[in-house]
């Protein structure tokens, strides 16, 4: 617990510190920067390339986590398995490509506005190639318990990298054709920094294991390797598809107002994906192992502590939303409930805990895939069906119901098969905590129309309110001892 503890405190650090960043970024320089319409290009090569990377995977982020304690050894060559995890998404990401050049022109279709996606067709699977090797090199280390490096750079060195980008634009030292290309490469100097970090490790030996690299080995890694690839499109799919449909069906300024709302509450997932790099890892060695108990108990910290964490921020942040939107741009105000919706989409999903990676590393992994194939068409029905209603906010709401659906129907597949709850009577705590806690943000006074200094002092007043709803009502034996622990180094020191 001592290296989970470790590295999933500097996640969470190197993700606060990339959700500042993040947050000026997209949230106010980005669109002081760059027009709206720019502005939604990248966001829409942004979506169109994480498909793209996606499908040429071959499931090797899940393949890697799943296979390595298999390959383990001492002497960290670990039967050359790196060499795998290299060659299956080059040989992925030859055939998209083969398909895509065939194809863009029914993929991408041209749209009314002045800024074409067919005008940087390359940036797409320039994004695609280096996104795909840094996801590699990425699951490697979170095989070896080691994710602190590329948190950091994802998180911190990528987005200031994007920021320098776009004041290289801005300050016309280089034009906007080449800015494109510059803001899709960056992904290459995080790959170059961890394949050092690897080689002065000694974690990254290339060869071949003839008796590791035989057909009877390697057939049930592709096998579950394809299964994966739908899974982890499917995955990408349904946060990307309705930026790509909303950019082809509305326009980029529209993509523009829906990527900022969507972007301001990510910070809700902040603290349970840097919880999920390290747990979700643990799961291979407990079904290895088939400790069900064990798996059980890790199930219901997840559920637990996510809806406690995502759930507080949700909180911390609907509480001052009047005031966060204040320090934006004002052409992007217009997506106040947007966020809200978002940001209960996020909560259910993440409230469900490790449902999904629980199902992958198990023996009933296909279902996950077909699972995420009808939560993708359910996605795509209910954009189609609302977006002429409801324009965004249909995108939006048509995702909530999609992945409650989804979540609901994954967590009774376990408790049905593996007889694997993951709700106690503590959530339902949680849940009540959050709720009063909402209640009492609407009657929290204003101090006056300073944005800043209202988020302070209603940030300040609810964290209380949190803190002593989970504190007195007991939902979490870590929680309590946490603060028990730190009250000992206080009075220690």
């Not at 509305?250 to 301001?264: E, M, R």
């Not at 079904?287 to 890790?298: A, H, I, N, S």
């Not at 997506?335 to 259910?348: E, P, Q, R, T």
């Amino acid at each position: 617990m001592g290296i989970v503890k470790r590295q999933a405190f500097l996640n969470s650090v190197f993700n606060y510190i990339g959700q500042v960043i993040g947050y000026l970024n997209i949230a106010i320089l980005f669109p002081i920067f760059l027009s709206q319409e720019e502005f939604g290009l990248t966001r829409l090569i942004t979506s169109l390339g994480a498909v793209y990377t996606q499908f040429s995977t071959f499931g090797v982020q899940r393949v890697a986590v799943k296979y390595f304690p298999f390959f383990r050894t001492s002497d960290s060559k670990h039967h050359y398995f790196v060499t795998l995890l290299l060659a299956l998404p080059a040989a992925g990401f030859i055939v998209v490509s083969i398909i895509f050049f065939v194809f863009h022109d029914y993929i991408i279709p041209t749209t009314q506005e002045s800024l074409q996606v067919q005008d940087f067709i390359f940036a797409i699977p320039i994004v695609s190639f280096f996104s795909l090797y840094f996801k590699v090199f990425d699951s490697y280390l979170k095989a070896l318990y080691k994710t602190s490096l590329t948190g950091f750079l994802n998180n911190i060195v990528l987005k200031l990298l994007w920021l320098l980008c776009v004041i290289l634009y801005y300050k016309n030292v280089v034009g906007f054709y080449a800015f494109i290309y510059l803001y899709f490469s960056c992904n290459l100097i995080l790959i170059l920094i961890t394949v050092l970090y690897l080689t002065g490790i000694g974690q990254l030996k290339l060869g071949v294991d003839k008796y590791f690299y035989k057909i009877r080995v390697l057939i049930p890694i592709m096998r579950y390797g394809f299964f994966s690839i739908l899974d982890d499109v499917s995955a990408v799919l349904i946060v990307n598809i309705d930026k790509i449909i909303i950019g082809f069906l509305i326009d980029l300024k529209t993509l523009a107002i829906y990527t900022v709302a969507s972007y301001i509450s990510t910070i809700v997932s902040i603290p349970s994906s840097s919880l999920g790099r390290i747990l979700i890892p643990m799961i291979s060695p407990l079904w290895k192992r088939k400790d069900m108990k064990g798996l059980e108990v890790l199930y219901r910290r997840s559920c637990l502590l996510n809806l406690m964490l995502s759930g507080a921020i949700f909180v911390l942040l609907w509480g001052s939303v009047e005031d966060v939107l204040q320090l934006i741009d004002k052409d992007y105000r217009s997506g106040i409930y947007l966020i809200l919706i978002f940001s209960a989409s996020a909560i259910v999903d993440l409230a469900f805990g490790l449902n999904g990676d629980i199902i992958l590393m198990s023996k009933h992994y296909t279902f996950n895939t077909y699972s995420s194939v009808i939560l993708l068409v359910l996605i795509v029905v209910f954009n189609f069906l609302l977006i002429p209603s409801f324009g965004v906010y249909g995108a939006a709401l048509g995702g909530f119901v999609a992945k409650l659906l989804f979540n609901i129907v994954k967590y009774k597949y376990l408790e049905i098969k593996e007889q694997l709850s993951g709700f106690t009577v503590d959530n339902l705590k949680v849940v009540v905590v959050i709720l009063f806690s909402i209640g009492i943000s609407y009657v929290l006074p204003r101090l006056n129309d300073v944005g800043l200094l209202n988020i302070l002092f209603r940030s300040a007043i609810l964290s209380v309110i949190l803190f002593l709803g989970y504190y007195t009502l007991r939902v979490s034996s870590d929680f309590n001892k946490a603060v028990l622990d730190i009250k000992y180094l206080i009075k220690k020191r």
